[in-house]
C-alpha cells in the first residue's frame, strides 16, 4: 500500500464526508449496494461481519446484511437505521474510510503513476473521482482528463472530469480543484 499524503487527507476527508454522507449502520446506496460509514461498499456477508460495529447489537451484521439487501432501494440512509442494531463508532468509521482512500490511493497510483507528481488539489480531485467511478475507469474512462494533467493543462482537465451521474456539487468541487492548479 501506498501510503496516503497527509495534506491530501486533509483535503479529501472532509469533503468526502459532506458528499457521501456518514452513517453508522448499513444502508442501500444509489446503486443498490449495501454501505456503511463513508461510502464503504459492502459485498457480501462476510465484508459487514469484518466491520469493526460496536458491542451489544442484538442482530449479527450478516442478518443486518441480509435485511438491508431485501429492502427498497432509494432511500435516505436514515430509512434504514430502524432495519438493523448493529452500528458503528465515528472512530471506526474514520478508520476505515481512511483505510480505502489508502487503498484507492495505492490502486490509482497502479492506473495513473503520474499522479502523485500532480499538485494536491489535482491529487484529491483525482482520488476523489476514483473513489467513486473506480481508479482503472480514471484511466480507461477519462483519457482526456488523464492527457491534460500530464502536461499540467489544468483548464482542460477541469473540463474533462465531469460524471454525468454524479452530484452538481461533486462535480463542480472536483473542478475547482483542478482549475486551482493553474496557479501553482
Given at each position: 500500500?501506498i501510503?496516503?499524503p ?15 454522507g456518514?452513517?453508522a449502520?448499513?444502508y ?12 464503504h ?6 465484508d ?19 435485511a438491508?439487501?431485501a429492502?427498497?432501494a ?30 484507492k ?15 494536491v488539489?489535482?491529487?484529491a480531485?483525482?482520488?476523489d ?22 502536461v ?33
Amino acid at each position: 500500500m501506498i501510503p496516503l499524503p497527509p495534506d491530501l487527507a486533509d483535503l479529501l476527508i472532509p469533503v468526502q464526508r459532506d458528499f457521501e454522507g456518514v452513517s453508522a449502520w448499513m444502508y442501500l446506496d444509489a446503486g443498490g449496494i449495501v454501505t456503511a460509514g463513508v461510502g464503504h461498499a459492502l459485498y457480501g456477508p462476510q465484508d459487514a461481519a469484518n466491520m469493526r460495529w460496536e458491542p451489544g447489537a442484538v442482530t449479527t451484521p450478516a442478518d443486518d446484511y441480509a435485511a438491508i439487501k431485501a429492502a427498497k432501494a432509494g432511500q435516505l440512509a436514515k430509512e434504514y437505521a430502524a432495519l438493523t442494531s448493529n452500528r458503528l463508532s465515528d472512530d471506526a468509521i474514520d478508520t476505515q474510510h481512511r483505510a480505502d482512500l489508502t487503498a484507492k490511493w495505492t490502486q490509482l497510483n497502479a492506473s495513473c503513476p503520474w499522479v502523485s507528481g500532480c499538485p494536491v488539489p489535482a491529487q484529491a480531485a483525482l482520488l476523489d473521482l476514483s473513489f467513486q467511478v473506480g481508479a482503472e475507469e480514471v484511466k480507461r474512462g477519462f483519457p482526456k482528463l488523464c492527457a491534460a494533467c500530464q502536461v499540467n493543462d489544468w483548464a482542460t482537465a477541469a473540463q474533462e472530469v465531469i460524471v454525468p451521474a454524479a452530484q452538481a456539487a461533486r462535480n463542480q468541487w472536483r473542478q475547482w480543484q483542478l482549475a486551482a492548479c493553474a496557479s501553482q
